[in-house]
C-alpha cells in the first residue's frame, strides 16, 4: 500500500520549481495558478532568493503547487492514503478529492497571508530540536514558555515561541538535545500566536464546497483518518493553532499497512522521518523531474 505525502513550510528552496516548468504544460498551469491567486508562482519557483520565499506568504502557495504539480506529473495514482505536514495537508486534500486545484491555492494564499499578519505581531520563530525523549523534550520547553508545536516521531520535536524564549532554549538544551535549529519560516506557527489566522481562515472555509476524500485522508491533528470533506475542512481551519502530530500520523501508516511512501516536491523532510520511524517501508522523495521515473515503479509496485 502507498501513501502519498506532502511536505510543509522550510522545505522550499530558491529555484526550486525551475526544473518541473520544463515539463510540457506546466508553465502554463502555474501561471494560470498565479492569475487566480493574485501570486507570480513561476517567479518565486525560480528566480527569488531564499529570503524571498521564506515569507509565510508565499512559501505556502509555492509549496502547495508545487506538490500538487508534481503529483500530476507521475501519471494516474491511486494511493492507498494521503497526508500532509502543516500547510501540506491542504495539497493531500487536493490529492484525495476534498478540494479541486485552485480552490486549495485559494484557501492556500489565504492561509498564508492570515499566518504572516498573525506572524507580524509578535516576533516568534520555530527550532527543531535533534535527539534527546520526546517526553522530556516537551516538559522542558513547557517550562521555558515553548509549544511543542511539531512532534514529528523519530525523536525530533520542533519547538515554537518568541524569540526571546527560543533564544533561552539555545543556552537550555532540554536532557539528551544534541542541536537546536533554526527553521526557515517566519513565525511561531500551529500555536495560539496563530490564533487570529484561524478566524480568517473560518470564514474563507465557509465559500468552499468540499468533497469527501476518495482515499484515505490521514490528520495531522490526530493521526485519525478523516471520512468526509466537511470535518477535513474544519481540522485544516483549526491545525493553524494546534501543533502538528506526524508522529501519530506515521503510526496509522503502520495501522493501514503502508509499504511505500513517496513524497511530492520538494521532497526530504519526511522521507527522512519515515526511514527512521518506518523501518522496512520504502521511501522516495520527488526533488527534480529527474525522480519521476523511479516514482512511477514505486507506484506501480505499491499503489
Known sequence: MLVLVAPGQGAQTPGFLTEWLDL?????????????IGLDLVHYGTKADADEIRDTAVAQPLLVAAGLLSASALGDVAPGAVAGHSV???TAAAFAGVLDDTAALSLVRKRGLAMADAAAI?????????????????????????????INGAGQVVAAGTKEQLAALEAD????????????????????????????????????????????YVSNKDG???????????????????PVRWD????????LGVTALLEVCPGGTLTGLAKRALPGVKTLAL???ADLDAARELVAEHA
Request: aromatic letters at 2%; hydrophobic letters at 40%.
Open 24 to 36: 510540457p504544460g506546466a508553465g502554463d498551469r502555474v501561471a494560470a495558478w498565479s492569475d487566480a
Open 88 to 90: 501540506g495537508e491542504i
Open 122 to 150: 509578535t516576533e516568534t520563530g520555530m527550532a527543531a530540536l535533534l535527539g534527546g525523549d520526546p517526553e522530556v523534550t516537551v516538559a522542558h520547553l513547557e517550562k521555558l514558555g515553548l509549544t511543542p508545536a511539531n
Open 173 to 216: 538544551k532540554p536532557e539528551g538535545v544534541r542541536k537546536v535549529v533554526a527553521l526557515k519560516v517566519a513565525g511561531a506557527f500551529h500555536t495560539h500566536h496563530m490564533g487570529p489566522a484561524v478566524d480568517t481562515l473560518a470564514k474563507a472555509a465557509e465559500a468552499l464546497t468540499p468533497g469527501d476524500p476518495r482515499v484515505t
Open 224 to 242: 485519525e483518518t478523516v471520512a468526509t470533506g466537511a470535518e477535513v475542512l474544519e481540522r485544516l481551519v483549526g491545525q493553524v493553532a494546534n
Open 248 to 255: 501519530l500520523c506515521m503510526e496509522t501508516f503502520k495501522e
Open 287 to 289: 526533488k527534480t523531474p
